[in-house]
């Protein structure tokens, strides 16, 4: 079983789609040729570990999530992913907060400068939720990342990333640009729940 193992952030008690992203990352990083997750999708919470299946399809009752693992030549492997009856045991402090004071908002952009405490995914994730929140202060549900459509592997460093939203669907779906250093990485896409 390829089990992501991973921890709750913060005071959640589901997991959290940046722990996902960046379980993947190891789990294709350990075990594949180098590439990068093109794309991820997510469909519902996981509160239990999550497992990694690759070339065996399953049925769309059991799969969470799935994605593709891109390789450097271009070609890549699809997966998916399913949550398992293994309970999650621990948690790590996440302070969030810190990125409500340090990002930039302007109509539907979000910026923030390089924060070395969170990865580039985190980043992301949390920038894109503050702006949600911000663009959409009177809705009473919870804004979440739901898929990502990278164009190339994340970058660890940088100085500069933008976040902005271009479509809007109903005010429950979203479709955002990243933008790093001024290089376009492609979108992330958050729900209403």
Known sequence: ????????????RYLHGSDIFSGLINFFGSQYDPGFISRLAL???AE??????VDTPISSAERIGSGFWQFTNGTGISFSLRETA??????????????KEAVTIRDTTVSITRFKLFSTIETIIAITKILHI?????????????QSNFLCALPVDWKLMTVQR???VDNIFSR????????NFGEIRFMAV
């Open 48 to 53: 239990n570990q999550i497992e990694v299946i």
């Open 176 to 183: 955002n640009s990243v933008m790093i250093d001024g290089k």
């Open 1 to 12: 079983m390829n089990l992501l193992e991973l921890q709750f952030k913060g005071t959640r």
């Open 43 to 45: 469909r519902r919470f």
């Open 134 to 146: 911000q663009l959409n202060n009177s809705c009473n549900k919870k804004w979440v990342f739901v």
């Open 86 to 99: 293994i309970k999650v045991v621990s948690s790590y402090d996440y302070p969030e907060e810190l990125f």
């Open 166 to 168: 271009y479509l809007v």
